[in-house]
């Protein structure tokens, strides 16, 4: 019966194709990897840290949102009547729970800090070697970094309420704990010490000299970057003794430079470039021809070639002495037909490989150890360091001679001129919690020239979406 | 291994039904004459005794009767047939329907035919020659109104546009492809309700290459009982296409010929945009009544927008007349043996406007083989080759010729004074922004076409393993390519800033499907006419999508000829990704089928795919359903006013697994996240292990009248679906990672309801001698509401998304009329409409209307006195409100300089104290009324209409005695018009009533009227 072995061979046919493996259903994307599959190898860990790196420097967090709000809330710049519309309710210190940059910041953060938790995470499962342990460490002080961004925008300063609501931790990826953690706000001080935790667990395991996947460029955290974002974080703490070990340990050892006369100066500020030499920036995000955010980034909220709506103020430019250096950095320009202080750190914008994101540089290191000097009664050697840098700032200034009072609001001053537009300016305010003057402007959109220290604008609102998504989140007074 | 067991245990119990089995038996195949199909469920008797079977769902019977004997044949709709048993093999039956209509006699899926007599499920069919040669491109733009509860919305006049089909309402939100029905093609599961590509602005149908003559029947599968063998793709219901196969005896050659020209649908009298003297007087109208300008200021202005000049009418400018020509070929014949259809066909057909047609070559050839007794083969091959030219359409494109229409002032000229096209993009007489485009020099310049070639084979084989046991191999290749050349001109238009833009792109889908089948045919002991047909089997499908693309800026501005992306300066983006999907089922389905009297049906699928996540890979799909012919019992015999009725009704499961896309549910690290010029990955899709498909309950009850003879169908049908699981995106903790700035999870959270009721009468009212009346009138309504939400009372969009509301319900200000003091626009400030402000941001939003249609209707008729036929097809749509995405800028004087306006609303606009009309002051800026022609419900219109789809005329010359000398056995010339009437109800609707499913009309390229005249002559 031939018909009976062919009708075997059809049904045993018909019941191999039922018995169908399971892979038949594991279709596999061509552009992803499964995340649980994502990172094997020390190359994989590089490339997610490439990744963690490209999601920090979107516009919604260092790229743009950041660093203009940091100057744009304090008094170094303002959104001009002739705008695209971009920024102004933080302009008018009219943001509310329902604002788009505070919900961004907030939202691009956590995005960041999972990309830091995955590379943690997985890469400890990776074999211990210099190379993992350089890019595991990058992960920890990018997750530093960021807890501080978002401790400083969303909770009150430490320096004045450290049991205050500071925001959620979250150091395990959510692919790992799941998607629906509802994680309160921890305080301000635990925030602070998970930021403190981070930092010293990068420095601690991070190879001096780089490895051959980062050599020590300023794209990527080195080990004496994460410790000069330590001495941020310990200063913005008011813990000036840590910021002051921290600081000091960045200028002994980092082996960073500050550009030294007038044309290393101006062509360090014209160079889109990462700093190989370990001059000036010790940190920064790479914005380059083939990666960055076209018309979106912070040269084009400056030049006037793009949306050129923010200016430095008059009261800023006045800050500079005529033979600062700093001051070629502005450019007298017009705006809507009115004269404006055009901002000209970030000069590339028209150019296809863009400025990188600034995110800390040797000369901040240096003020935070002058102040850290001056606020633990080393004035000597606060003028050392706070005049290693204005002295060469201004070729013609004989250097600061100030004592008690007068020499922390040269600190301050000396700060405030060299981090302009850097979007340090406000933290500055809330950690010394200072009232803020914001100067009118022939020209500026709405002016709201007083931030008491009783304003609760001084903490962004927590976003009403992520409250509504997490019910464990407070919101933050006043909103 | 469970499995092979099954199968095993299965083979065991035919075997022993084998042994039982009687010797001198008798085997025969009964077929309909007019189409050569199989027909099921076929009563044969022998005469003189009680003995008798049912046809089988092949047509084929097996009996035991001896030589002499009378077989005598009998089916609803069809004369019935005696014939005496004949030494040897029984000829095939060919029974000849009794009327013209009753064609849908059979359901044919995929896995099967079932007699309608006893089927248990909610189907409806369209018989392929109602739509032969009729001007449509794709045939869902045929089966508008041919079937109720099938919402078909021709929503672009693009030629082979994808058109929005919904069965049943709308049951999936997550996005239009995901509401489309399942398309099948010959037993094919095709990829059929998704545009072809991403291409923004574009569309094609990927069904486009279907040729409506190679159709023999269009068969919608809509409740549980019929679609629930579909699994987790049938809730959407299901289109199944059966093409046209060969049958036995004479060979026919069949030749028909269409063309004829295409011209635009008149636009309603409210949204013609103004003439050029209009639009001066407005304009210097509503810079008067600013009262910000002095005369000679306005003078100035005037000059400096060219008012000066004659102006030109954009709307003439970017339409014109088309043509429209269709030529098909086919060849149907062979003997019992074997039976071959092929045909061939051209179709083209050119829109109104500029630049936008489609190019269509079809051939088809379909062969059944019957190799012995028991085997038998048949192959399907459907080959077309379209090429497609699309402008970029809708208003959200500055180059799209409509929106061009609209927002173009009259006197931006097209032409220079020396003929040649304007270019110019300085001074407001010119275009001086790129939102500001001369369309002529788009359509000159810009390329937007797409060539598609579908191959579309199936090979059948049939074994007949014994008399009740039957199998069934099945193997399916449905292969597509598009190549896609998009170059938009660095001169004007949407890439100007960009110095030219040029997109190639390709795309292959590679769909292939194979299927093992056992049917099994069990006449119950001892019962006579008491049958159970079960079938089960197996199926496995893939489809593989590949794509790339490749896209760059900054073309050489004076060579147009240089459209090739390997001209361009900067190259911007090239992409290479898959989209596969997979499924694999196990199904089974039975029915219990007394004396065609009662009969019972259940399906059962279970069904894996991969765009499930792991935590739910697998569902299991099942329906019951039952039918009573009381026609069978004698105390219906009683009455003489009905000749049949039928009660049936089903419930059952079905799944929508079209509301995924491919890899969704996964977690990924995706790579692409670059920095410093070296690979970066990141955690960027949040993916989800328990995204599954969007499952349906589906009830339905219907009943089934047959009056006269059957001449006069009726049907009835109430339906309930409820829809489960709708895909949502849901707002998680931010902490995960997945807050504002990235794409939220998914889940199944959602749900809705459709409920409604769908009425048909179909037959033959009048048939004397010399006249006939066919008719098909139907109507469906449905109720579309949400039952459960991610977030209830959000907006979304423009609507309302809330519980107990339908998915479509507007939401927006709720417009007062106007101050007939002052001419200012006024709005309510609360839903209660108790007060209203003449500021619109203190106005109220509230819901109002929807977007989709309660109703659907279709009335065709055909009129045939002494052969000259008269065919009327009418289409009606009802309840609903319909809006328009850019009424802002097309109403009232605020933005004059911005746009041309809709005469509506220059003719009614307010201009002295006491008016009492809808439309404000005609004010430059808007005075207190800036913010008048923002969105409300004055621009919400009544969407209903009756359209005159389709009417020609026509006359069968065969019987000529010159004609006949030729061999001719028909010749038949006609007439024909498509769209030639349309009634709306809504004075103030300035658009053409028929807008995508989501109410919004976007100034896509509009529906043509075609005057057409044709012959078809067969041999």
Redesign the interface.
């Known amino acids: 019966m031939k018909?009976n072995k062919l009708?075997y061979i059809?049904?045993?046919?018909?019941?191999t194709?039922?018995?169908?493996k399971k892979s038949?259903?594991?279709?596999?994307?061509?552009?992803?990897?499964?995340?649980?599959e994502?990172i094997k190898t020390t190359n994989?860990l590089?490339?997610?840290v490439?990744?963690?790196?490209?999601?920090m420097?979107?516009t919604?967090l260092f790229g743009r949102d950041i660093p203009v709000l940091g100057d744009l809330l304090a008094d170094n710049t303002y959104v001009n009547v002739t705008n695209s519309g971009r920024y102004l309710l933080e302009n008018n210190y009219q943001f509310i729970s329902t604002t788009t940059e505070p919900?961004?910041i907030?939202?691009?953060a956590?995005?960041s800090?999972?990309?830091a938790n995955?590379i943690i995470y997985e890469g400890k499962k990776l074999p211990a070697s210099d190379d993992n342990n350089q890019l595991i460490g990058e992960a920890y002080a990018s997750r530093g970094l960021l807890y501080l961004e978002l401790v400083n925008w969303f909770g009150a300063p430490y320096t004045v309420n450290p049991t205050a609501s500071g925001v959620?931790i979250?150091t395990t990826?959510?692919?790992v704990s799941g998607?629906?953690?509802?994680?309160p706000r921890a305080t301000v001080s635990a925030v602070y010490t998970q930021i403190v935790s981070d930092l010293d667990s990068a420095y601690a395991i991070m190879p001096t000299g780089g490895t051959s996947f980062h050599a020590i460029n300023s794209?990527y955290i080195a080990k004496y970057a994460a410790k000069a974002i330590e001495s941020r974080a310990y200063l913005y703490k008011g813990d000036y003794a840590n910021a002051l070990t921290a600081a000091k340990l960045v200028v002994d050892n980092g082996q960073y430079t500050l550009a030294q006369n007038a044309s290393a100066f101006t062509g360090f500020w014209a160079n889109p470039a990462?700093q190989t030499g370990k001059l000036e920036t010790i940190f920064e995000l790479?914005q380059?021809a083939?990666?960055n955010l076209g018309n979106t980034g912070l040269d084009a909220i400056f030049s006037q070639a793009g949306y050129g709506d923010i200016q430095a103020t008059d009261d800023l430019y006045s800050a500079y002495t005529a033979t600062d250096l700093r001051r070629t950095l502005m450019v007298s320009g017009l705006r809507g037909g009115q004269q404006a202080w055009i901002i000209n750190k970030f000069p590339n914008y028209s150019n296809t490989d863009k400025d990188e994101t600034k995110i800390i540089r040797y000369a901040e290191v240096l003020v935070t150890l002058a102040e850290s000097y001056a606020r633990t009664g080393d004035e000597a050697n606060a003028k050392i360091y706070l005049n290693q840098l204005a002295k060469v700032r201004d070729p013609s200034f004989a250097g600061y001679t100030s004592t008690g009072a007068q020499l922390i609001t040269d600190i301050l001053n000396e700060r405030r001129k060299e981090l302009a537009f850097e979007g340090l300016r406000f933290f500055d305010f809330t950690r010394l919690n200072l009232v803020i003057n914001r100067p009118k402007q022939a020209y500026g959109y709405v002016s709201y020239p007083t931030v008491s220290i009783s304003d609760y604008h001084r903490i962004l609102p927590i976003?009403q979406?992520?409250r509504?998504?997490?019910s464990a989140l407070t919101q933050n007074p006043g909103y | 291994?469970k499995?092979?067991f099954t199968?095993?245990f299965t083979?065991s119990i035919f075997a022993m039904n084998f042994a039982m089995a009687q010797n001198t038996k008798l085997t025969g195949k009964v077929v309909s004459a007019d189409d050569g199909q199989p027909l099921p469920g076929v009563s044969v008797s022998i005469q003189g005794t009680k003995q008798g079977v049912l046809s089988d769902g092949d047509g084929n019977f097996t009996l035991t009767a001896s030589v002499g004997q009378v077989l005598a044949f009998s089916y609803v709709g069809f004369t019935g047939q005696q014939i005496t048993i004949p030494a040897g093999a029984l000829p095939v039956i060919k029974l000849k329907s009794d009327n013209h209509m009753l064609s849908d006699v059979v359901i044919k899926d995929s896995y099967g035919t079932q007699a309608k007599k006893t089927y248990t499920g909610s189907a409806g069919v369209v018989k392929g020659a109602e739509n032969e040669n009729k001007p449509f491109s794709t045939f869902q733009q045929a089966l508008q109104g041919e079937i109720a509860g099938v919402n078909v919305q021709i929503n672009s006049g693009q030629p082979g546009a994808l058109n929005q089909v919904r069965i049943r309402g709308i049951n999936s939100i997550t996005s239009a492809a995901a509401a489309q029905p399942l398309y099948v093609i010959d037993g094919m599961i095709v990829n059929g309700g998704a545009d072809l590509t991403q291409r923004a602005g574009g569309t094609l149908s990927p069904l486009a290459g279907i040729n409506n003559n190679d159709i023999e029947n269009i068969t919608v599968l809509k409740d549980a009982a019929a679609t629930a063998i579909y699994g987790s793709r049938g809730s959407n219901g299901v289109i199944v296409i059966n093409t046209k196969r060969g049958k036995s005896g004479k060979t026919e050659v069949r030749f028909d010929a269409e063309g004829g020209i295409s011209s635009n649908l008149p636009l309603p009298d409210a949204g013609k945009p103004l003439t050029p003297d209009q639009y001066r007087s407005m304009f210097n109208e509503a810079f008067v009544n600013s009262g910000q300008y002095t005369a000679a200021q306005i003078t100035a202005l005037g000059t400096s927008y060219g008012l000066n000049s004659a102006g030109n009418n954009w709307y003439d400018l970017v339409t014109k007349r088309g043509s429209q020509q269709q030529y098909n070929v086919s060849v149907n014949g062979g003997n019992e043996k074997t039976r071959i259809f092929t045909s061939a066909g051209y179709f083209t057909q050119d829109a109104t406007v500029l630049k936008s047609y489609l190019k269509r070559i079809t051939g088809t050839l379909n062969l059944d083989h019957t190799v012995s007794k028991?085997f038998s083969i048949a192959t399907n091959l459907n080959v077309s080759s379209i090429n497609q030219n699309a402008p970029l359409q809708g208003s959200a494109y500055y180059s799209s010729p409509l929106a061009s229409a609209y927002f173009l002032r009259p006197f931006q000229l097209g032409y220079n004074a020396d003929g040649s096209i304007n270019s110019s993009v300085t001074g407001n007489a010119n275009f001086p922004t790129s939102s500001n485009s001369n369309p002529l020099y788009i359509a000159a310049h810009d390329v937007r076409g797409i060539n598609n070639v579908r191959l579309l084979g199936a090979q059948t084989i049939k074994?007949n393993?014994w008399d009740q046991l039957k199998?069934t191999?099945y193997a399916s290749m449905d292969y597509q390519t598009n190549e896609e050349t998009s170059f938009l001109n660095a001169q004007m238009g949407d890439a100007r800033s960009l110095n030219g833009s040029g997109t190639s792109q390709y795309s292959r889908y590679a769909n292939w499907l194979?299927r093992?089948q056992l049917d099994y045919r069990y006449n119950i002991h001892g019962v006579e006419d008491f049958y159970v047909d079960a079938s089960v089997g197996?199926e496995?499908q893939?489809s593989a999508g590949y794509l790339n693309t490749a896209y760059a800026t900054g073309y050489p501005l004076t060579q147009p000829t240089l459209t090739a992306v390997g001209n361009a300066a900067t190259p911007a983006t090239a992409s290479?990704?898959?989209s596969?999907?997979?499924f694999?089922a196990?199904y089974a389905r039975a029915n219990i089928n007394y004396k065609n009297r009662y009969s019972l049906s259940g399906s059962f699928r279970r069904d894996?795919?991969?765009r499930?996540g792991t935590d739910k890979?697998y569902g299991s799909f099942y329906s019951v359903g039952g039918a009573w012919n009381i026609d069978g019992e004698d105390f219906f015999k009683k009455q003489n006013i009905l000749t049949t009725a039928k009660i049936r009704s089903s419930y059952g499961t079905t799944g929508n697994a079209n509301a995924l896309a491919?890899?969704q549910w996964?977690?990924?690290?995706?790579?692409?996240?670059?920095?410093?010029?070296?690979?970066?990955?990141?955690?960027?899709?949040?993916?989800?292990p328990s995204l599954t498909w969007e499952s349906s309950k589906k009830f339905d009850i219907g009943v089934d009248f047959g009056f006269f003879n059957d001449r006069l169908l009726f049907n009835v049908d109430y339906y309930n679906n409820k829809v489960d699981g709708l895909i949502q995106l849901v707002?998680?903790?931010?902490?995960?990672?997945?807050?504002?700035?990235?794409t939220s999870?998914a889940q199944n959270v959602g749900a809705l309801q459709n409920k409604g009721w769908e009425f048909t009468v179909k037959g033959v009212p009048v048939k004397t001698k010399d006249f006939s009346w066919n008719v098909n009138l139907n109507a469906a309504y449905n109720a579309n509401r949400m039952t459960k939400l991610a977030?209830n009372n959000q907006v979304n969009g423009n609507y309302w998304l809330a519980n107990n509301y339908d998915y479509y319900t507007y939401y927006t200000r709720a417009y007062a009329g106007v101050n007939p003091a002052n001419g200012n626009a006024l709005w309510y400030t609360d839903a209660g409409r108790t007060s209203t402000t003449t500021n619109y941001s203190a106005a109220a939003r509230v819901p109002y209307g929807h977007a989709d249609p309660k109703i659907t209707s279709g009335f065709s008729n055909t009129f045939n006195y002494k052969g000259i036929i008269l065919a009327l097809d009418f289409y009606g749509n009802f309840g609903n409100r319909i809006s328009d995405s850019w009424s802002y800028y097309l109403n009232d004087g605020t933005y004059i300089t911005g746009a041309n306006k809709y005469q509506y609303t220059w003719l009614n606009r307010w201009t002295t104290p006491g008016q009492v009309t809808d439309v404000p002051k005609n004010v430059y800026g808007g005075g207190s009324s800036s913010n008048s022609s923002s969105g409300s419900t004055r621009f919400l219109y009544y969407g209903d209409y009756i359209r005159l789809k389709n009417v020609s005329l026509g006359y069968d010359l065969k019987n000529l005695d010159v004609v006949k000398k030729c061999g001719i056995s028909k010749l038949y010339l006609y007439a024909r018009a498509t769209n030639l009437w349309t009634k709306t109800y809504d004075k103030r609707l300035p658009f053409d009533p028929e807008v995508p499913i989501n109410g919004y009309n976007t100034e896509d390229i509009p529906q043509i009227r075609t005057i057409t005249i044709g012959l078809n002559v067969g041999f």
């Open positions: 018909f009708l059809l049904l045993a046919g018909t019941a194709l039922t018995a169908c038949f259903l594991d279709e596999q994307p061509s552009t992803s990897v499964t995340v649980t994502s994989d590089a490339d997610a490439n990744g963690m790196y490209n999601v420097k979107a919604t919900s961004n907030y939202s691009r956590y995005f800090i999972l990309q995955r959620p979250v990826p959510s692919y998607f629906s953690v509802k994680t794209d990462a790479n380059n083939s990666s976003p979406s992520a509504d998504a997490n | 291994m499995r092979i199968f095993f083979l028991s074994w393993i199998y191999g194979v093992n197996y496995a893939k290479e990704s898959t596969n999907y997979t694999d196990l894996g795919g991969s499930f890979q491919n890899y996964r977690p990924t690290a995706g790579y692409g996240f670059n920095y410093n010029s070296a690979n970066g990955q990141a955690y960027n899709t949040v993916g989800n707002n998680i903790p931010w902490e995960s990672g997945f807050g504002a700035t990235q999870q977030q």
